[in-house]
């Protein structure tokens, strides 16, 4: 890498202004993508949180299942229950309301858990009493209230059981209520009191079950479609980071594309004194690769920074999948594109460097 060496050192302006704007497309994927995790976060985290292997669902006549739409009946969670490789059912409801504590208030959704029914954050809310409730840590924080508090939903006072960890659906915190008190209050909203879904522990048949029941049962992740919000609010904010990937790839393409070709007199010449193409090959590259690492490496530094600042206002979710995946697409991405140039590296003429076109 002895030219690659030197063009860097010789031409220092040039590829930091390319440094710089891998840096800057750096940041705005970081963020996206963590602000893409932390707004996922808070619309599915509590239905990734339920217990067992896949997550049954209404399935009606016509269209496809839907959280908000499901209603299964007590026979049909027995149905489940009683079948062959079943090893646990358990019916859980779902609902969105509001919450009050003194007189702060805000929407919440109330989660209708049986006591001990797994070991997730989320059945760690359950409570025990009919009188009782458990809050996650976004709607304690929400209502100003801690264990031993009262709140209020839908006329009805509560007794805050326990506090326990951040749980989310359709960006509103979670309230835990027991079976019974979830149903009472599903009526006093116009509902019917039954289970929104049934969460399937075991390996029974799963198609001939759900086709008998008239429902569908799909694995958790899968089942996330069947949540209005997430498929549009996650296919926008997707398109975009990809959009952004894209960008990333051609700007890095386009510079060494242009670089390449003025350096097409020394490239030459190197062939000229016997240089092999792998290694012209690897030379073009490795210096693709310094100015991307350089650059993604000063963005992520910034988005950690960023996301620290704006954890406190913004859903930012700090994770591998948000920060070292797409630092990891950017690098590939970018020596994709580098690769483009790589046409002026194998076609250069040795005869240029001799002066045959003089």
């Known amino acids: 890498m002895f030219v690659a060496w030197r063009d860097l050192r010789h031409a220092r302006g040039r590829f930091l202004l390319i440094g710089t704007v891998v840096a800057l497309i750096t940041v705005l994927v970081g963020f996206l993508a963590g602000l893409t995790g932390g707004l996922a976060a808070q619309n599915v985290s509590a239905v990734l949180g339920l217990p067992g292997d896949r997550l049954v669902l209404e399935k009606p ?57 797994g070991s997730t954050e989320l059945t760690a809310l359950a409570p025990r009493a009919d009188g009782s409730v458990g809050l996650s840590a976004g709607a304690a924080k929400e209502l100003h209230a801690s264990t031993g508090d009262t709140v209020t939903i839908l006329g009805a006072d509560y007794r805050v059981a326990t506090v326990g960890g951040d749980a989310w659906y359709s960006h509103t915190p979670v ?55 997430f498929k549009s609010e996650i296919g926008s904010l997707g398109l975009m980071v990809a959009m952004l990937f894209g960008i990333s790839a051609l700007v890095v393409g386009a510079f060494f594309t242009v670089w390449t070709m003025q350096r097409s007199g020394d490239i030459a010449v190197l062939k000229a004194l016997g240089a092999t193409q792998r290694s012209l090959v690897l030379d073009a590259l490795g210096q693709a690769l310094v100015v991307l690492v350089g650059g993604i490496a000063v963005g992520m530094l910034a988005v950690l920074g960023l996301g620290a600042l704006a954890g406190s206002a913004l859903p930012f979710l700090v994770a591998p999948i948000t920060t070292l995946v797409p630092a990891a697409a950017m690098t590939v991405l970018g020596l994709a594109g580098a690769a483009v140039a790589l046409r002026t590296v194998t076609h250069a003429d040795p005869l240029t460097a001799l002066g045959s076109n003089r």
């Open 61 to 117: 006549a016509d269209g496809s299942a839907s959280f908000s739409e499901s209603s299964l009946s007590a026979a049909t969670t027995e149905r489940w229950r009683n079948a062959d490789g079943v090893d646990a059912a358990v019916p859980v409801g779902i609902a969105q309301t509001r919450a009050q504590s003194g007189s702060t208030s805000t929407g919440v959704a109330l989660f209708g858990l049986p006591d001990g029914a």
């Open 175 to 229: 309230v835990a209520l027991t079976p019974a008190a979830w149903a009472e209050a599903d009526r006093r909203m116009g509902g019917d009191g039954r289970a929104t879904l049934i969460a399937v522990t075991g390996s029974p048949d799963w198609d001939a079950v759900a086709a008998e029941t008239r429902t569908t049962a799909q694995p958790t992740l899968l089942s996330l479609t069947a949540l209005e919000t």
